[in-house]
């Protein structure tokens, strides 16, 4: 562009919009945000690639939701991928628990009709909530040591607590929490696709520029050539002059007296 500015069309980037953001993305499953939000975006950036449910990962590329144990939500709810690794299960009404494994229903008796949740007890107070067998309800954590007595709401603090994201994407967000403890952040293995640097790739927890090398074409020399001029076979032609083949005649005279 010589002196000018180039404006760059969306997913393009680099002073002569020569950098294509959403190549170096890599979104397999999903989009490419650069595609959408114009072309005066950074060459990088973790959120790159806009994944289609349920993928997960710096490039779309996981689906743990069909491959992670527990991934199903026991029937009970619905798998929402966190990482290529890691998700959660948004459970249904009466159901908790990290995979929708822990439910008072078909426990607690209570309620119109018997046994529906909240089992005739209020489960919105924001506080753990309790249904006894036959019915009634208490909504003191006391009752967690109380036999005959099962927490319906609010039971635990992971519950209703979101583990922070590691700012990171060569670290894996935490994919347990216990009594409202976030478990430690984990490196993704070295290798793995990320999007906080060109062309990433993790490196000891670490992301690193990796783009693909570009081989240039070469244009093929001509090889010397072997002949040489032949030389002429023929030499210059030399003049030559034929010997007269006959003397001269020679006349005499002689003077008669």
Same mark, same amino acid.
């Given at each position: ?14 002073? %002569?919009?020569?950098?294509?953001? *959403?190549?170096?993305? &890599? ?7 650069? &595609? ?5 975006? @950074?060459?990088?950036?973790?959120? #790159? ?8 990962? #710096? ?8 491959? +992670?144990?527990?991934? !199903? ?7 929402? #991928? ?6 959660? $299960? ?5 159901? &908790?628990?990290?995979?929708? %494994? ?19 007890? %209020?489960?919105?107070?924001? /506080? ?8 009634? $309800?208490?909504? !003191? ?8 007595? *099962? *927490? ?26 216990? /009594? ?6 984990? /490196?993704? +293995?070295?290798? #793995? ?14 992301? +690193? ?5 570009? +081989? ?14 032949? @030389? ?24 008669? @007296?």
């Amino acid at each position: 562009c010589g002196s000018l500015k180039c404006m760059c069309e969306p997913g393009f980037s680099g002073p %002569n919009c020569q950098e294509d953001v *959403c190549a170096a993305s &890599r979104c397999v499953h999903g989009k490419c945000q650069a &595609r959408y939000l114009g072309g005066n975006l @950074p060459i990088v950036t973790e959120g #790159a690639c806009l994944c289609d449910a349920p993928y997960s990962g #710096a490039t779309c590329e996981a689906n743990p939701c069909s491959t +992670v144990a527990g991934s !199903d939500c026991n029937g009970h709810g619905t798998c929402v #991928a966190q990482s290529e690794t890691t998700f959660t $299960c948004n459970c249904q009404q009466g159901y &908790r628990g990290p995979t929708c %494994n822990i439910s008072c229903v078909g426990y607690c008796q209570g309620g119109d009709p018997p046994g529906a949740w909240p089992f005739g007890c %209020n489960g919105g107070l924001g /506080h753990a909530s309790f249904c006894g067998k036959t019915g009634g $309800c208490g909504y !003191d954590d006391k009752l967690f040591n109380q036999t005959g007595q *099962c *927490c319906f709401a609010f039971c635990d603090a992971c519950d209703q607590m979101t583990c922070p994201d590691p700012g990171n994407d060569c670290l894996l967000p935490s994919a347990t929490c216990s /009594h409202g403890v976030c478990g430690q952040f984990q /490196h993704r +293995v070295d290798g #793995a696709p990320c999007q906080s640097a060109y062309y990433g790739a993790c490196k000891n927890g670490v992301c +690193v520029s990796n783009p693909p090398l570009i +081989v240039s074409p070469t244009t093929p020399t001509p090889s010397p050539s072997t002949s040489s001029p032949s @030389p002429s076979t023929s030499s210059p032609s030399t003049p030559t002059s034929s010997p007269s083949t006959g003397s001269p005649s020679t006349t005499s005279s002689s003077s008669t @007296p």
